[in-house]
C-alpha cells in the first residue's frame, strides 16, 4: 500500500527556518515528480513546490521564490522542503504528493497518494 509521511513542521519565529520531509513508503516514486502544497485555515489548497523525477527541475511558487527550495534524497524515494526567512502568513498545513502525470505540475488534482500533513506555524 502505498504511503506518504511528512515531518518537519512545528512552531518557529518569523525569519526563522524549517526543513520538512515527504517519505515514500510501499512503492517506488523515484520516477515520479513530487510536489508540495499547503492549506491554511479557511483557504483552498495551493501549490508551493514541484521536483521533476530526476531532480533537474524544479519549480517554487512566487509567493515562496527564493526563500524555499524543494530537493530530493540520493535514492530519489524523499522529497524535501527547505523553508527559510519564514513568515506568519506561511503558517498553514504542509502535503507532499505525487505527480500522476510526471510533468511536475503545478495541479493539485493532478496529483495523487496524499501524505497527512505536517503543521507550520509562523509566530511574528
Known amino acids: 500500500q502505498v504511503q506518504l509521511v511528512e515531518s518537519g513542521g512545528g512552531l518557529v519565529q518569523a525569519g526563522g527556518s524549517l526543513r520538512l520531509s515527504c517519505a515514500a513508503s510501499?512503492?517506488?516514486?523515484?520516477?515520479?515528480?513530487m510536489g508540495w502544497f499547503r492549506q491554511a485555515p479557511g483557504k483552498e489548497r495551493e501549490f508551493v513546490a514541484t521536483?521533476?523525477?530526476?531532480?533537474?527541475?524544479?519549480n517554487v511558487a512566487d509567493s515562496v521564490k527564493g526563500r524555499f527550495t524543494i530537493s530530493r534524497g540520493n535514492a530519489k524515494n524523499t522529497v524535501y522542503l527547505q523553508m527559510n526567512s519564514l513568515k506568519p502568513e506561511d503558517t498553514a498545513v504542509y502535503y507532499c504528493?505525487?505527480?500522476?502525470?510526471?510533468?511536475?505540475?503545478?495541479?493539485?488534482?493532478?496529483?495523487?497518494?496524499w501524505g497527512q500533513g505536517t503543521q507550520v506555524t509562523v509566530s511574528s
Open positions: 504528493a505525487i505527480d500522476r502525470t510526471n510533468r511536475a505540475t503545478t495541479v493539485s488534482f493532478q496529483y495523487d497518494h
Open positions: 510501499g512503492r517506488t516514486f523515484s520516477s515520479y515528480a
Open positions: 521536483i521533476s523525477w530526476s531532480g533537474e527541475y524544479t
